[in-house]
Structure formats: C-alpha cells, structure tokens
DNA sequence: GCGAATACGTA
DNA sequence: CGTACGTATTCGCT
C-alpha cells in the first residue's frame, strides 16, 4: 500500500503516447498559423498536464525510442515491420514536443539500440525496487508485464489520450484473466500483428489463458505440449518456436544502464521564460494557462515577480533630485553607457510624471512643464545626449504636445530588440527583459491604486539603461548600421508624419457612405429576390448553405468549416455553374467592405479635420513599416468607387496641394541589382516599358509587337517571381494551363538566368546562415528553413526568397525618408510628409513649394541608394489624393 | 468577451 | 502551390 510520504515516480512512453495522441485528435484542427501540425504535441502535453494534477509526482522521466532499429530488428529483421510510413503531418512533432519538455524541465531518456519501453521497465523495476509508486503511462500493451503492487500501468483508451485505464494486477485480472507478469506469454502465444510477430495459428487469448490457467506458464505449455489434443496441438507443436521467438521478442529489457539517477528526475519547477517561449510557438495559448496554473503561476501575469534571480543586481532606490542637484546628476550620467534612460507616465496624450535611471541610480521627477526645478531635465532632454526610451515614439509625440522636441539619439530598446529579432513575439520591455537580461520585470499588483515597491517608472527606466549595452553588444556589425543609420533617425521622422495627419473631408466619406449604403442594401434585396429568402449575406456559413445545398452548385476549394466562397471561388463558380445570385453577391460585398472602410475611416477624422494613423515601426518582420488606428496603407485604389474614397484625402488648411512620390518597380529593380542579371539590367537602363521590353525577349518579338495580353502575363510573372511563385500558382492567377505556364516560366529563366540563380541563392545562403540579409545588413532569421515539415519548410523558403528584396526596399524608402526630412528642416520648408504607404510617399505643399519640394523629394529617393539600375520615382500633383497619385 | 476562421483592402 | 501587413464580420466558445 502506498502512503502518503511515498515518492511517485511517473515514467511515460513518449513516442507511443504523441503517437496515440495523434491519432486522437483531428490533424487538421491543431496547425499553428506557418503550417506546423502540433495535435500530437497538444495531445499529449494535456494528458501530461492531467496527471501532473491527479498524481501529483514527484519524479518524472519521457523515454523516446531513438529510431525504428533496435536490438529486436537485428534479432528478428521483420520486427515492427508491417509499421507504415511515419505520417508526415506526425514528422517534426516529436522534437518540438521534446523542447517543449525541456522547457518544463522534465527529463527525457534515449538509449541507443533499444526500445522506449525497455527504459520504462528499467525505470519502473529500479524505482519500485528504491520505494517509488511508480506509474508507467504506455500505449504499447507489452508493459503490462511491467504491473505488480507497486506499478500502476496507465493505457489509453481508444477514445483518446487524455483518458486513461489504470491497470494493476486486480485490473489485469479483470481483464484477462491473468497475472501481469503472464501477459507476456499470452501475447507470445497470440502473437502480436501490430509489431509483425506472428502467433500459433488458432491460438487466440481464451485458448492462451485456459493454458496458461493449466499450466501456469509458456514453458510449462510447451514442455506438455504434447499432451494438448486437437488440431489447435497439433497448431501449438508446429508452432512452437514462435511463441518461443515472441517471447523472446517481448520480453522487456529490466537492467539497461541508464544516462540518469533516479534522484535526477525529481521533479523541479518549470522553466517558465522557455515554456512561455516554445508554447508561444506552438501557439498553444489555453495550455499554457493550464500548464501556468497547475504550476502556481499566475498566468495573467506576464511575468512572475519572485522568479528574479538571486543573481540580478539590486535595485537602486530611486532619489528625488531637483534644480541644481537634478543638473549635476544629469551632468555626471549624461555620457555613461548608452545615456541615460527615460519612462514617462502619458495620460491624455500629455506626459505627467518622468523617471531618468543609468544602471546604477535612478530618479523620480515631479515633473512640472517649465518649473524652474525642472530646467536642466528640459535641457536634457531637447540636447544632443542620448535619450534610452522603450517605445519612444509615443513618448516624443507626448513631449512634443508640451512643445518639447527630443533631438538627441533615440536607443528604443524596443526597436533595438526588433532589429535583433525581426518577428519575434516578445515586444515590450518586459518580453525584452527576460531575453536580454534574463530577470522578470517586478509588476505592480492592479488591485492596489499606489503602485507598490519595486515597480513603476523608475524600475523601467533603470531596466532600460541595463538593456540598452546589452542589446547594442548582441548587434552585428550590419544591423548596428540599420539601427544607427536608419531605424533611430526615421524615428522622429514618423512621429512628426504621425502628429501632422492628413486632411479627410468628413463631408464626402459621409456621401460616400449613404450611397454606398444604398446600393448595398439595393443589391441584397435583388439577392434576397433570386433565392427567394434572406440570409446573412457576410456569413459564410449561411452563404454554403445557398449556393451548395439550396441551388446545389458544384464543390469549390475546401476550407476548414466547409467549402470557400472567396472572390476567386465564386468566379469559378460563375463560370461554372453562372447565376444570378453570385453577380449580385459580389457587387453587395464590393459595396459593403467600401462602405466599412469608408465609416472607419470617417470615425478617424480628428477634431482637427484630419486623420493621424499610427505607424508600427516594429510590426513587420521584413523591415516595412506598418499603419494602424486606422490603416492607412490599405485605402482603396483599383476600383472606381475605391478611388472615390482617396478623393476624399484632401491637401490641408493652408496648403496649396497634395504631392505623391512613388519608386517605380522598386522590388523588381531591386532583384536585378541583387542578381546582377545584365539582361534585366539592361531593361532598367533603357528606361522603356519594363513589361514590354522583358515580354520582347520571352515571346522573341519586337517590343512594339508586345500584345497587351502577353504584357500582362509577362507583368503578373516577373511581379510573382520576388514572392516564390510557382508554375501551378501561377496557371492558377492566369487562368491558363499549367503546361503553359511552365513554358512561360522557363522562357522567362532562359533570358534572364541570373535572376533565377539570385533566387536560388538567396534560399541556400538563408539555410547556411539560418537568416537573410537585405542590401542595407537587416537580418531576418529563418529557422523554420531546417523544418522536416515540408508545407513549414516551402512556406519558410518562399519568405526567405522575398525577405532580402521587399527588405531592401524598405530600407532605401526609410533611408530617403530621413533625407527628406532633414532637407525639408534644414531649408525652412513648410510642407509636410504625410503618409507613407510602402513605396509612396504624400505630402502637404506648402503654396509655392511645390517645385523645391518635387525636385528635393525626387532627388532624395532617387539618391537614397546606388544601385546597377536607376531608382525611378514618379511624382504627382492634385489637390487631393486621388487627383495626386496619377 | 475572446479567439479562430474567413474574407479582403494595400504594396 | 505568392510575400508583407490590418481590419471587419460571424460564429462557437467560456
């Protein structure tokens, strides 16, 4: 009998138990969002969590087969050799869930040359023999040899993984009619499909256990064997070496030596920063809930206070300094490190309460604008020192609302903790701070009003001048130059974009908007008509049910709830199947999405009568910048009614009119410097129709016998060629066969080889360095290039493909942009820029500045880098955007 | 109230 | 089986 004070030793099998688990749950319902299949590990790290709970152990080990081979197969070469092939949405798991362990800190044990299960019987033999309770989680039916008093199997059911039979030696004498340690001769007997080991003919487990009830044991079955009549003898007399070799087969190995200690397994508290790390990537959210709170953590919590290592350094008690003690401080810090950091508290878009720390002081300012104790805060502030911030832009836009710009060198260890790592989860202060430094951010309990020792500004200010070294060392030489060269000087220039907005005309998108509404509701009811019923037109459930149940119309693209009814569907459709209803029904979402951004964008409009988007400078994994509250990189322009809505950003009180400036085929301009391929250098050179002159070397006729269908076909390819596209994707997007596609693909390679070779390159380099590099030194890590999931590892190649390119014309538009800004500052312009949409660029002229400003503008884009090719730039005048953007 | 899934706007 | 984003809607879940 166990008792209280009894160790519990939990041993599971992990290969068979992620095995069981995946095929428990539905493949397809456990994806993250890049492709990785993760229902083998979600499966099993909730059965784990289960019994973490119920059993409560206090040692745990995971054994893992290392391979398919083993002892057995060189034994018997046909053992488990009916086994398939491993499936390959089940490939890859197996290490993800291995890391997964580690992070929780539970031992995983391989043995070379044999079985998982032989591990288990070790285990569980030594751990009884120690005075462990020990349970062996398996779905291999051979450990139940394994039970006795003190071990407990616990065996999955067939419903799922997370539903477990306990076996002890009552149960497997419920259950078969036998003592554990017989299983093995039942099985021997029986013989056993599942690993190839064929039985006695005719045996079955009622004859095996009648025997062995006779007997009392396979030898002593065999030694009588000829004692047992009937043709099921005589089977057993043919048979017998067999059962022989099965027993052999089955019989687990109990005294392996094992890369562990017992005591080594005791369990320890999860390593919460890697757990958080890998289940993120998992994108296991509610698991790790579980997991957290199982665990005693908070998981609301983002990071747990009593987790600071013992090794941080202490905390400086922040000082309040004033007038001249304030200026000496600042005097004295102002050149150590990175500079000094700074937290503000912003409420109402107006900074309320400052914080400055280096690594080893910090200071509270009862900050008051102006106040005379505050000067030589102010001074500093709008000085040429170096200001470290964390999200600096919101803080300058703050500062600058109090009229106080921030000019010296801006170290966001945000921004500096996203030139590191492109893409990674991990964006705030506190996410940085456990990866750089390792230690948890004291957070202050929300309940209590007074924020409570230990947390706050001066707490952030002094973790950011602690960060600020450590994530400037971490940079290479070529993102140190991104960082420095154009990350930190377009800074400012954002958040001045940002605070200047861009004038909307609330009269025009409210027009717009009603008729747009209108026809909306005109083109619902003519659908509601051709049904003859009214659904939910936004619904694309209701929307299946129409077009595939009531009008039965054929199977389109299969989606996770059903069959697709995008844009692209419901045209096949029409081709397919024409009716009424599909015309109808994409005019009506035409009209409702135009309407929608129409409204959002009218709910934007600033008391100012203008729109101030916020730009992410820290969104996109490539180096682009991104725009939210609202989008502004999104605003309709193919579509006629689209374009109505651009008409409606207008140039500014006071201005004159809108200026746009775009690069004309930059990316594609970018990939023929980046390949060096003379031809498509050459096209650039000749600054004629760039579609035409390639469509004039790949159908091998005269640019002016270019026939606008071929220009197109030409122009949809060399723009899919940057973003991977295939031969299938690409029939696909022309509607034309796929052996047409192919021809057109290897034509287009035949003329401009080094474009293909480029491309090549750019995936193998990226495999070898895991990460790619744009012309300007940003890197972006790939380590999903290495996956053996192939849909992870294509998806992986395609980005990485497209990473350096769209990468590099994000760098040269960001590097113009600071120019820009400075000659605009510089020569006392009063224009504006405004908007920034990828490879475009709008601005507020001030009257009679349009002239200085194109040429300024056109001169700092074209200038921004020195390409093979010319950086061609189109620019634009109108007094709104539409009129402006040709 | 939250998230996943779907759909769609831009470069 | 084409990269990079943000937003709105519906629907099923807690």
Redesign the pocket.
């Known amino acids: 009998m166990s008792n209280e004070n009894q160790p519990t030793l939990l041993v599971i099998d992990g290969h068979s138990l992620a095995f069981r688990a995946f095929y428990a749950l539905p493949v397809?319902?456990f994806?993250t969002?890049d492709g990785q299949h993760t229902n083998a590990i979600h499966g099993f790290i909730a059965m784990l969590i289960n019994l973490l709970k119920a059993e409560k152990p206090t040692h745990i080990a995971v054994a893992f087969d290392i391979s398919r081979y083993s002892f057995r197969t060189r034994e018997y070469p046909e053992y488990k050799g009916t086994r398939g092939e491993t499936p390959p949405e089940f490939i890859g798991q197996i290490p993800l869930l291995q890391e997964a362990l580690a992070a929780m800190n539970i031992t995983t044990i391989t043995v070379e040359d044999y079985e998982a299960d032989d591990i288990l019987a070790t285990l569980a033999t030594t751990g009884s023999a120690a005075g462990y309770r020990v349970l062996v989680v398996s779905g291999d039916r051979d450990t139940i040899q394994l039970v006795n008093d003190e071990v407990t199997l616990l065996y999955p059911s067939r419903q799922g993984v997370s539903d477990l039979t306990r076996y002890d030696p009552a149960k497997v004498q419920e259950r078969y009619g036998i003592r554990p340690e017989q299983y093995p001769d039942v099985a021997a007997l029986v013989g056993e499909t599942s690993d190839n080991l064929p039985g006695v003919p005719k045996v079955g487990e009622k004859t095996a256990v009648k025997w062995l009830g006779i007997y009392g044991s396979l030898d002593g079955i065999l030694e009588n064997a000829e004692a047992i009549t009937g043709k099921v003898g005589e089977s057993l007399r043919e048979h017998k070496d067999r059962a022989v070799r099965n027993r052999r087969l089955n019989r687990l190995v109990t005294d392996l030596a094992l890369p562990v200690e017992l005591s080594s397994l005791a369990r320890s508290a999860i390593d919460e920063e890697a757990v958080r790390d890998i289940f993120a990537r998992l994108?296991f959210?509610?698991l790790l809930d579980r997991l957290l709170k199982t665990e005693g953590i908070d998981p609301s919590a983002s990071q747990a206070g009593s987790a600071t290592p013992t090794s941080a350094p202490e905390r400086p008690e922040p000082q309040r300094l004033l007038d001249e003690e304030l200026r000496a401080w600042i005097e004295r810090n102002a050149a150590s490190g990175c500079g000094i950091a700074l937290t503000a508290d912003v409420v109402e878009g107006r900074v309320v309460d400052v914080a400055l720390s280096t690594a080893e002081q910090s200071v509270e300012l009862a900050w008051q604008l102006h106040g005379a104790d505050y000067a030589p805060f102010e001074e500093w502030l709008t000085g040429d020192s170096p200001v470290v911030m964390a999200g600096a832009k919101s803080l300058i836009k703050a500062f600058h609302r109090s009229g106080l710009e921030v000019a010296g060198p801006i170290i966001d260890v945000e921004l500096l903790g996203w030139v590191l790592r492109?893409?990674s989860p991990e964006k705030d202060l506190a996410g940085i701070a456990r990866r750089y430094l390792g230690e948890d951010l004291p957070v202050g309990d929300p309940n209590q009003l007074i924020a409570s020792e230990g947390s706050g500004l001066a707490v952030d200010a002094w973790f950011l001048s602690r960060l600020a070294p450590v994530m400037r060392e971490a940079l290479d030489e070529g993102s140190l130059r991104v960082f420095d060269d154009i990350e930190v000087p377009v800074l400012p220039v954002l958040a001045e974009m940002e605070l200047a907005g861009v004038a909307v005309s609330h009269d025009e998108l409210h027009t717009l908007s009603t008729s747009l509404g209108d026809r909306a509701a005109d083109l619902a009811a003519q659908a509601y008509a051709e049904i003859g019923r009214e659904v939910?037109l936004?619904?694309?459930?209701?929307?299946?049910e129409v077009l595939f149940d009531q009008l039965g119309m054929p199977k389109t693209r299969a989606?996770?709830?059903?069959?697709?009814?995008?844009?692209?569907?419901?045209a096949d459709l029409q081709a397919k199947s024409p009716h009424p209803f599909l015309g109808l029904l994409?005019q009506h979402?035409?009209a409702?999405?135009?309407r929608?951004?129409v409204?959002?964008l009218d709910?934007a409009i600033a008391p100012d009568g203008r729109i101030h988007t916020?730009y992410?400078q820290i969104?996109?994994?490539?180096g682009?910048l991104?725009?939210?509250?609202?989008?502004l990189?999104?605003?309709?322009?193919?579509?006629e009614e689209?374009r109505r809505i651009r008409s409606a950003f207008h140039a500014g009180e006071g201005m004159e009119t809108l200026l746009t400036a775009?690069?004309s085929q930059?990316e594609m301009r970018i990939m023929a410097h980046l390949s060096g391929d003379p031809g498509l250098i050459q096209a650039f050179k000749e600054g004629e129709d760039l579609h035409r002159f390639v469509g004039a070397r790949i159908f091998g006729v005269d640019p002016s016998d270019v026939t606008p269908e071929m220009r197109s076909k030409v122009k949809?390819m060399s723009?899919?060629l940057?973003?991977?596209?295939?031969?299938?994707?690409?029939s696909?997007?022309l509607r034309i066969e796929s052996s047409e596609a192919k021809k057109l693909m290897s034509d287009y390679f035949e003329r401009f080889g080094a474009v293909r070779d480029y491309l090549r390159h750019v995936v193998e380099q990226a495999k070898t360095d895991g990460y790619t590099t744009t012309i300007f030194g940003r890197r972006r890590p790939f380590p999903e290039l290495s996956s053996p999931n192939r849909?992870v590892r294509?998806?992986a190649e395609?980005?990485a493909?497209?990473?350096p390119i769209?990468g590099s014309?994000a760098d040269i538009m960001k590097i113009a942009m600071v120019r820009i800004a400075d000659e605009m500052r510089t020569s006392d312009l009063r224009s504006r820029m405004l908007l920034q949409?990828?490879?475009?660029l709008v601005f507020d002229v001030a009257p009679g500045e349009t002239d200085t400003l194109g040429e300024l503008v056109t001169r700092h884009m074209s200038g921004a880098a020195e390409l093979s090719v010319p950086l061609d730039v189109q620019l634009g005048v109108g007094t709104d955007w539409n009129t402006a953007?040709h």
């Open positions: 397809d319902s994806q969002s994108q959210r509610t492109p893409g939910n936004g619904s694309p459930k209701q929307l299946q989606n996770k709830t059903g069959y697709s009814t995008d844009a692209g569907a419901l994409l979402r035409d409702t999405k135009l929608q951004i409204e959002s709910k916020t992410g969104g996109a994994s490539t682009r991104s725009s939210t509250d609202p989008n990189q999104n605003i309709p322009i193919r579509s689209g775009d690069y930059i949809a723009y899919g940057a973003y991977g596209l295939s031969a299938f994707g690409l696909k997007q849909v294509e998806n395609r980005a493909l497209n990473a769209q014309a949409v990828h490879d475009e953007g």
